[in-house]
Nanobody
Framework: QVQFMESGGGEVQPGGSLRLSCVAS?????????MGWYREVPGKERKLVAF???????MYLDSVKGRFSISRDSAKNTTYLQMDNLKPEDTNVYYC????????????????WGQGTQVTVSS
């Protein structure tokens, strides 16, 4: 059974940092695969924040470039999202997803989601 478990969310003040983790179990990360972090405000569509593909290529949402960094530890089957200089507009539930990478784009897999972790940025 494939499972993804996010952790690391919390409440921080503007300018603070958090590191989110997504541990995958029962999932083999292979060529053509990618891991993505999404965020969602209730009532709105989930938005792709960052992804990392099997070869190491990364992509970021424009509003988080220079502040967020995605990485992966293959030995631990864990994907991280380091979030620095957090802003109130970064307040969301963050989800990880295992998807495909092709032609420079990320394609999420249905059913390959974690349960989400809440990030709140507030003074």
């Amino acid at each position: 059974q494939v499972q993804f478990m996010e952790s690391g969310g919390g409440e921080v003040q503007p300018g603070g940092s958090l590191r989110l983790s997504c541990v995958a179990s029962g999932y083999i990360f292979g060529v053509g695969d990618a891991m993505g972090w999404y965020r969602e405000v209730p009532g709105k569509e989930r938005k792709l924040v960052a992804f990392i593909e099997h070869g190491g290529k990364t992509m970021y949402l424009d509003s988080v470039k220079g502040r967020f960094s995605i990485s992966r530890d293959s030995a631990k089957n864990t994907t991280y999202l380091q979030m620095d200089n957090l802003k109130p507009e970064d307040t969301n539930v963050y989800y990880c997803n295992a998807g495909h990478y092709a032609e420079g784009r990320y394609f999420p897999r249905a059913g390959y989601w974690g349960q989400g972790t809440q990030v709140t940025v507030s003074s």
